[in-house]
């Protein structure tokens, strides 16, 4: 099953802007361009496909779709949380989702059950240097390729930042049409069960929902 998004699972990839400079410098990954971090590049991409191609953006989307299938992607942001705390829900969460015995449980939320495939604490190794980032972000894959990561990012200062990711793979055409937050509202669920972050944060929600 083909996933064209996996940031987190080649370990070519860079996982973050900040890693990319050796890989690109080097011409391993991206192209011959400034290492811009704020998404300059991949406009430019897009209006170079829409020129060649002379159709709108939706039908390049759905004609992508048609042959590889959707994925549903969405990231919820809790921003301005206490360095402390955040390093106690990540260090509870490494510790039971690399747990032997997390592997094969299930999860059911209303009609939906996921079992989980997969686990592990992500690093990323420089193909240039053989410099290993650790801890990069807790993954949870499940049977169906559907996937659960967890980051922490100190970019933000002082304070720091929880970043879920949740992905689900569509192959169907008859599922491209669905609302992002619908379809992967049932991982959302899993995940702030497992992490319990509303109740260890006292928030009521992201900060920021992409």
Not at 5 to 31: M, P, R, Y
Not at 122 to 151: C, H, M, N, W
Not at 174 to 196: F, Y
Request: net charge neutral; glycine share 6%; aromatic share 10%.
């Amino acid at each position: 099953m083909p996933l064209n998004s996996d940031i987190f699972l080649k370990d070519l990839t860079a996982s973050n802007g900040s890693l990319s400079g050796n890989v690109i410098q080097l011409e391993i990954q991206g192209s011959d361009h400034l290492r811009e971090k704020d998404g300059l590049w991949a406009v430019l991409v897009w209006l170079s496909i829409i020129a060649a191609r002379k159709q709108s953006v939706e039908e390049i989307v759905r004609d992508h779709w048609a042959k590889y299938g959707r994925h549903y992607y969405c990231r919820f942001d809790y921003e301005g949380l206490e360095p402390k705390a955040t390093y106690y829900i990540m260090r509870d969460l490494e510790a039971l989702v690399t747990d032997k015995s997390f592997i094969g449980q299930q999860f059911a939320v209303g009609s939906h059950i996921y079992s989980v495939a997969k686990t592990d604490s992500f690093e990323y190794v420089d193909p240039v240097d053989g410099t290993v980032t650790k801890k990069q972000g807790l993954r949870i894959i499940f049977s169906d390729a559907s996937r659960l990561i967890f980051r922490l990012s100190s970019s933000s200062g002082v304070r720091a930042t929880i970043r879920l990711y949740a992905e689900s793979y569509e192959r169907d055409p008859s599922g491209h049409d669905q609302e992002p937050q619908a379809v992967l509202s049932p991982l959302i669920a899993i995940a702030l069960k497992i992490s319990q972050i509303h109740e260890r944060t006292g928030r009521r929600g992201p900060t920021v929902i992409t």
